[in-house]
């Protein structure tokens, strides 16, 4: 396929130079359906990105298209801050129902406001005021976003500097694997919690992504996740599970922590918890961590309520009878084995590959490489991103409604680039 890009326009005339997908991906992008993305000039691309992890159900998804249209067609309340509304019961009625009771989960749910890093500044917010402790813990390799509290515990060094001011009150700790399993788990944590000398005050809570998505596709083992959360509970620290990215059922079952069987303190979500793309998140907790007093956290963009429809018929489509985690578990085993027989093609690239569900990374030993075969994927028709914290993790994240025929497709055009940029 032959892509002219785009001549000087508004695009480079007046946006900011921080843009950044749109230098990727040279187009002009005009329709979407399902996995499928249509740019001005016709070129057809197969999505493999979904809104970053935003479009779990595909592009105007025609479910939740329908039911969004219809809330609009009748004047249904658009903006609502905080107030109580129909659309906001019936997804909180759907969420109960649908996500927190048959997983006997007791969470009080909280709507901090549009994006990820909304969830992630309010649970921060909360752990301190509960604890009354300043610090936090995070982990090496870790995003939680770009506003200032959720930077502190992102661990990328390029997005770190973009804060200008320094980042305090955030400690890392090494992730799952990340001493290639020399020492034991948690050895440095625990040593440093029980010395009085080590330095580190004692944190309010430990923030955690069950699997690193902007980080380079790092999984935690379950047994790392629940040793993590038994620590916690040890040493009077509220646990924080991310789950903006891999939550939503990207890595099969709704709540990425689920295979582990631990019950987190707090949980975040956005991404697609809204369903169709819009702008929603959730900061989730236990009851008893419900402190706040009225107003005492509050945001303009609150209450999003066309998002509340497309989230409780996402929920109603997909989420009531255990078919849409088998559909990802099974799409992932696909996904798997198209890169292991791409690892196994090319021994000399020194490539690996890891994941869970329908979220996957390939890595190559050449840190360069990964931003290679993205521009040749997007050449040939495929939208991939890379991660890692030198951008050396290829990262597949289709939408979990993509076709067995279609996933293939796209395994197989990520094939190519790799054999044409080997």
Not at 1 to 14: H, Y
Not at 50 to 73: Q, S
Not at 176 to 184: A, E, G, N
Request: aromatic content about 8%.
């Amino acid at each position: 396929m032959t892509i002219t890009p785009p001549a000087l326009s508004v695009f480079e005339a007046l946006e900011s130079e921080v843009r950044s997908y749109c230098r990727s991906w040279p187009a002009v992008f005009d329709r979407a359906q399902g996995s499928r993305m249509y740019d001005e000039d016709g070129h057809t691309y197969l999505d493999f990105f979904a809104g970053a992890g935003a479009l779990n159900y595909g592009h105007n998804n025609p479910v939740l298209k329908r039911a969004l249209l219809d809330y609009i067609e009748r004047d249904g309340v658009t903006h609502g801050l905080d107030m109580g509304t129909t659309a906001k019961r019936a997804f909180l009625e759907a969420f109960q129902d649908v996500v927190l009771r048959p997983r006997d989960l007791p969470y009080k749910v909280m709507f901090p406001g549009p994006t990820g890093t909304n969830a992630v500044e309010a649970a921060l917010k909360l752990a301190r005021k509960v604890k009354g402790r300043e610090a936090i813990v995070s982990f090496t390799n870790a995003f939680h976003g770009m506003s200032l509290g959720s930077l502190a515990v992102t661990g990328n060094a390029f997005k770190r500097a973009g804060a200008g001011i320094p980042l305090v009150h955030g400690t890392p700790m090494p992730f799952d694997h990340y001493l290639d399993d020399t020492v034991p788990d948690f050895l440095w944590f625990e040593r440093l919690l029980a010395d009085q000398g080590s330095g580190l005050n004692t944190p309010a809570a430990v923030i955690v992504e069950t699997v690193q998505g902007e980080g380079g596709i790092n999984v935690a083992r379950p047994e790392w996740l629940r040793g993590l959360a038994a620590l916690c509970e040890r040493h009077d620290m509220l646990l924080i599970v991310d789950d903006i990215q891999m939550g939503c059922g990207r890595t099969g079952s709704f709540f990425s922590f689920e295979e582990a069987g631990i019950t987190p303190d707090i949980v975040t979500l956005s991404k697609s918890i809204g369903g169709y793309g819009m702008p929603m998140s959730l900061t989730l907790f236990r009851p008893e961590l419900d402190v706040w007093e009225p107003g005492e956290h509050n945001g303009t963009f609150r209450g999003n309520n066309p998002s509340f429809v497309t989230a409780a018929a996402a929920l109603d489509a997909y989420w009531t009878d255990g078919q849409m985690e088998k559909q990802t578990l099974a799409r992932g085993e696909q996904a798997e084995e198209a890169l292991r027989a791409i690892c196994a093609e090319h021994p000399g690239l020194g490539a690996r590959y890891r994941g869970r569900g329908l979220v996957w990374g390939l890595e190559f030993a050449d840190k360069a490489r990964a931003s290679a075969i993205s521009r040749r994927a997007f050449e040939l028709g495929l939208l991939v991103e890379t991660s890692g914290p030198e951008g050396e993790v290829v990262k597949l994240l289709p939408a979990l409604t993509i076709s067995p025929e279609e996933l293939d497709e796209g395994l197989r055009i990520l094939a190519r680039a790799v054999r044409e940029t080997a």
